[in-house]
């Protein structure tokens, strides 16, 4: 079928949540977007700063540097280096933050940046729901630990694209956390749902918690 925003021959993915209907590369190129848009308007990244880029272990990560590093490319004096983390999902992430935190203080980065998707962002807020302690939250793009921003910043400009768009265009499959399965299910019951509450627990949490 042909693809209605660039007339490709190729297979189609619907967005459901926006009725979108895209080829793959069209696919990629509004990831690429969105990614962009999310950097800009939340100025993440400076021109000239120096980024650890923490590389997950989840069977889409490879294409989730692919994008950043496509992203990268428009700003020549951006260094990135990425800091591989075998064996960990973004669920295990917290475990490694203050190590993570220390070495790249010490090592000059100006930003972490860390691949959290908006499926990941909103299981963070669910577990803080829970457990009512704030481990690592989202806001903005911006990461909070504890509710005080970390030094380096920790960013990630994945927060508004969902990961099971990465996961069709790679062609895998993903074991899902019994928490993933769960925000998955509710996008897949009402889609939007995710977007709607990543905007909404914004306003919540400015409002209530006391971050720094």
């Not at 992203?71 to 951006?78: C, I, K, L, S």
Request: net charge neutral; glycine share 6%.
């Amino acid at each position: 079928m042909k693809c209605p925003r660039c007339g490709r021959d190729d297979e189609l993915y619907l967005r459901k949540y926006s009725g979108e209907i895209l080829c793959r590369a069209c696919l990629k190129n509004s990831i690429l977007n969105k990614v962009r848009r999310t950097v800009g308007r939340h100025d993440l990244l400076e021109r000239s700063c120096s980024l650890a880029y923490l590389k997950l272990h989840r069977p889409y990560d490879d294409l989730a540097l692919d994008i950043f590093l496509d992203m990268e490319r428009r700003f020549p004096e951006v260094s990135v280096d990425v800091i591989g983390l075998p064996d960990v999902g973004m669920e295990k992430v917290s475990i490694h933050l203050r190590d993570v935190i220390d070495y790249a203080f010490s090592s000059g980065y100006d930003r972490i940046v860390i691949p959290a998707f908006l499926e990941d962002v909103v299981v963070l807020f669910v577990r803080y729901i829970y457990t009512g302690s704030p481990e690592l939250i989202f806001i903005d793009g911006i990461g909070y630990v504890m509710c005080h921003r970390t030094n380096p910043p920790i960013v990630s400009p994945f927060a508004e694209v969902m990961s099971k768009e990465l996961v069709y265009l790679a062609g895998i499959d993903e074991k899902l956390t019994p928490m993933m399965k769960f925000v998955r299910r509710l996008e897949k019951d009402t889609p939007g749902a995710l977007y709607n509450m990543y905007h909404s627990y914004h306003v919540l949490l400015k409002n209530s918690l006391n971050l720094s």
